[in-house]
Nanobody, 113 residues
Framework: QAQLVESGGGLVQPGESLRLSCAAS????????MAWYRQAPGNQRELVAA???????EYSDAVKGRFTISRDAAKNTIYLQMNSLKPEDTAVYSC???????WGQGTQVTVSS
């Protein structure tokens, strides 16, 4: 069964870092396009970062230069390294394999002093 499980969220202070992980089940091909989205209370879900099969990455303007998406094929895992976190980064972060509409359950990131 295809499945994505996120981890790594938590409460941090502004300026700190977090690394989110998205572990895929064996039947999930993470070499496809993979993406991270986030949704803050009262807001629509928004694309944060994506990684294509050829390794090309893209980021929203809000996180460009601070966040990095990466993939470890051996571990079947996608990562989102988040640096210089801001209060406006507070949201539930979810990973997805868009081609088949597969989503993880999400992990909460809270940035607050």
């Amino acid at each position: 069964q295809a499945q994505l499980v996120e981890s790594g969220g938590g409460l941090v202070q502004p300026g700190e870092s977090l690394r989110l992980s998205c572990a895929a089940s064996r039947r999930t091909n993470i070499m496809d396009t993979m993406a991270w989205y986030r949704q803050a209370p009262g807001n629509q879900r928004e694309l944060v970062a994506a990684i294509r099969p050829n390794g090309i990455t893209e980021y929203s303007d809000a996180v460009k230069g601070r966040f990095t998406i990466s993939r470890d094929a051996a571990k079947n895992t996608i990562y989102l390294q988040m640096n210089s976190l801001k209060p406006e980064d507070t949201a539930v972060y979810s990973c997805t394999l868009p081609r088949i509409g597969l989503w993880g359950q999400g992990t909460q990131v809270t940035v607050s002093s």
